[in-house]
Structures are given as structure tokens and as C-alpha cells.
């Protein structure tokens, strides 16, 4: 089955540091591959996507591409703010008519200190 | 656009009592819902998916009778906790797919429910 092995956390950083949260996938297709942020107190949103290999996601300064040689995808953000301070989810879904169940990692909690 | 909203944000109730909490998409028809569970400091647990007009597809070990979902509309659907206890306490969260073949989800702001 599917699986996402996301870093452990929690992370903190101080401000302007650069950010890397390891994701890695087990897959048995060729799936899209999404990071979720979840500020405190709300819901999910969706942070960037890549939907084939050698794709790269981009958002509010972050970035991941899609590596299918080491099923991976990394989030990286060159310079965090403390507003980024929230949890971060790399999750999956097989692509394909009636099957876009997510499958999500464990998230990973990102502090981030003045 | 695709904004999901979710209601109520926050219930407390009795255990033995049912608990109903509505998702709806607002801008989109969503053709297929999904309803998640989350506990503190934890992933997302997939509960069941559920596709308008039909019956939802429940994740293994997520009892149907106790959560009953309907998905009645292409903008709504609804998640019924029946005879809640305080083990049902948790953060449920809906999420919608905007057409047949989309692997974008978009996902309300949750709904904290807490069984005294």
C-alpha cells in the first residue's frame, strides 16, 4: 500500500534560517504529491503540489520538487519567518478516477523564533 | 475560490447523545467528500469517503453505524456521530474534490467535538 514517512519533529528555527522537512513515499502508481500547512487553530491548506517526476511545487517561498529516482519531497523555504511557525504534512494520492484518497505522513511541528 | 466551510467549529455534549456536523463546499460542486479524524498532535486518519447520491466508503475499523455520513447534495454533506462517548472526542475535518478525476483537496477548518 501507500505510504508518506515525513521528518520527526518538532523543528525549531530562529528566524531567516533555512528550512528543509524530509518527506519520503512508498508508491505503488505514479502519484501527486501534495505538502499541507496547518496554521494553530485551523484547517488544512494546501501549501504546493507536483503531480509528475521532476515537478517542482512552489508557494509563499517554499518549495519541493518531485523525485521519483528517491521518492521523495522535500519541503525547503531559504529563509523562515515566524509566521511559518505552524505543522507541515507531505501527503499522496493515487491518481486516477475514483481514487484520490490522500494518504498523509505524520506532519511535522515547525517553530520558528524571533 | 474552493472554500470549504464546516459547522459547528466546536460542540460539547453528553455522552449517549448524537452530534451532527455539516460540511459544505461553497463555491464548487464537490462530487466526492472525505472525512477525517484528527487527535492531538497527529496525522489525519481517513475515515471514509463519500460520493453524492451514494453510500460512503468506510476506512477499515471506522464503524459505519456509529458514523453515519450523507452526502446528499454536490454541496453538502454530513457527519452524524451516533450514541458519542467520550472516546469520540476529537477533531473531525471534511474535505472536497472539485470533479470526477481532480486529486486536489480542499479542507474545512474542522470541528472540535468533545464528549463529556
Known amino acids: 500500500g501507500n505510504s508518506v514517512t515525513q521528518m520527526e519533529g518538532p523543528v525549531t528555527l530562529s528566524e531567516e534560517a533555512f528550512l528543509t522537512i524530509n518527506c519520503t513515499y512508498t508508491a505503488t502508481g505514479y502519484p501527486s504529491l501534495f505538502w499541507y500547512v496547518q496554521y494553530p487553530g485551523e484547517g488544512l491548506q494546501l501549501l504546493l503540489k507536483a503531480t509528475k517526476a521532476d515537478d517542482k511545487g512552489s508557494n509563499k517561498g517554499f518549495e519541493a520538487t518531485y523525485r521519483k529516482e528517491t521518492t521523495s519531497f522535500h519541503l525547503e523555504k531559504g529563509s523562515v519567518q515566524v509566521s511559518d511557525s505552524a505543522v507541515y504534512f507531505c501527503?499522496?494520492?493515487?491518481?486516477?478516477?475514483?481514487?484520490?484518497?490522500?494518504?498523509f505522513g505524520t506532519g511535522t511541528r515547525l517553530t520558528i523564533i524571533p | 475560490g474552493a472554500v470549504v466551510s464546516q459547522h459547528p467549529s466546536r460542540v460539547i455534549c453528553k455522552s449517549g447523545t448524537s452530534v451532527k456536523i455539516e460540511c459544505r463546499s461553497l463555491d464548487f460542486q464537490a462530487t466526492t467528500m472525505f472525512w477525517y479524524r484528527q487527535f492531538p498532535k497527529q496525522s489525519l486518519m481517513l475515515m471514509a469517503t463519500?460520493?453524492?447520491?451514494?453510500?460512503?466508503?468506510?476506512e477499515q475499523g471506522v464503524e459505519k453505524d456509529k458514523f453515519l455520513i450523507n452526502h446528499a447534495s454536490l454541496t453538502l454533506s454530513t457527519l452524524t456521530v451516533t450514541s458519542a462517548h467520550p472516546e469520540d472526542s476529537s477533531f473531525y475535518i471534511c474535505s472536497a474534490i472539485s470533479g470526477r478525476g481532480s486529486d486536489t483537496q480542499y479542507f474545512g477548518p474542522g470541528t472540535r467535538l468533545t464528549v463529556l
Open positions: 501527503a499522496l494520492s493515487d491518481r486516477g478516477f475514483g481514487n484520490e484518497k490522500l494518504t
Open positions: 463519500s460520493n453524492e447520491g451514494s453510500k460512503a466508503t468506510y
